[in-house]
T-cell receptor, first 112, second 109 residues
Framework: NAGVTQTPKFQVLKTGQSMTLQCAQD?????MSWYRQDPGMGLRLIHY???????DQGEVPNGYNVSRSTTEDFPLRLLSAAPSQTSVYFC???????????FGQGTRLTVV | QQPVQSPQAVILREGEDAVINCSSS?????VHWYRQKHGEAPVFLMI?????EQKGHDKISASFNEKKQQSSLYLTASQLSYSGTYFC??????????FGTGTSLTVIP
């Protein structure tokens, strides 16, 4: 099992550029989520999905879009990158809420 | 809605014990515990689903006091491998997960 595969591992963007962070899991998990981790701020929920075709906003959704067309994939789109989006991004999946979550290796994003 | 953890940081010598506390101003329906080593992703430790529940494996255990909206993580006879940042977390009624503020634990020889 590959678990949760997140790409890319590192990315540098210029202000105003857009990009998509990819997240895929092969465990048939229903719940998937994206977090950002900033120094001193811990991990904060950006968007989440409880199943294919269903997405919802988390704590810090502004500037990000998601979609869930399949159970396996949950990409995160940055619409117009800003320096405030410089962070480490983690994708996670779990069978349901209140079950063990598995995390991708993270994406270190720098916006200049 | 973010749970608050205490202490923020702790330094232990190998073999010493530590307690990390997690408390919420809102109702806690469950408590999750994760450990994150520097530069890595968080790794699941355990979930407590019911008030009064206690769980543990190896020398790491946790308790959950639903009425006090608190949980505690107990690390006994700490090892160097226990170093990292520990996070509690919980879901709200809307399926949103909130990580706690984090506790940095350093074990020294």
């Amino acid at each position: 099992n590959a678990g949760v595969t997140q790409t890319p591992k590192f990315q540098v963007l210029k202000t105003g550029q857009s990009m998509t962070l990819q997240c895929a899991q092969d465990m048939n998990h229903e719940y998937m989520s994206w977090y950002r981790q900033d120094p001193g701020m811990g991990l904060r929920l950006i968007h989440y999905s409880v199943g294919a075709g269903i997405t919802d906003q988390g704590e810090v959704p502004n500037g990000y879009n998601v979609s869930r067309s399949t159970t396996e994939d949950f990409p995160l789109r940055l619409l117009s990158a800003a320096p405030s989006q410089t962070s480490v991004y983690f994708c996670a999946s779990s069978y349901l809420t209140n079950t063990e979550a598995f995390f991708g290796q993270g994406t270190r994003l720098t916006v200049v | 809605q973010q749970p608050v953890q205490s202490p923020q940081a702790v330094i232990l010598r190998e073999g010493e014990d530590a307690v990390i506390n997690c408390s919420s101003s809102k109702a806690l329906y469950s408590v999750h515990w994760y450990r994150q080593k520097h530069g890595e992703a968080p790794v699941f430790l355990m979930i407590l689903l019911k008030g009064g529940e206690q769980k543990g494996h190896d020398k790491i255990s946790a308790s959950f006091n639903e009425k006090k909206q608190q949980s505690s993580l107990y690390l006994t006879a700490s090892q160097l491998s226990y170093s990292g940042t520990y996070f509690c977390g919980t879901y709200n009624a809307g399926n949103q997960f909130y990580f706690g503020t984090g506790t940095s634990l350093t074990v020294i020889p």
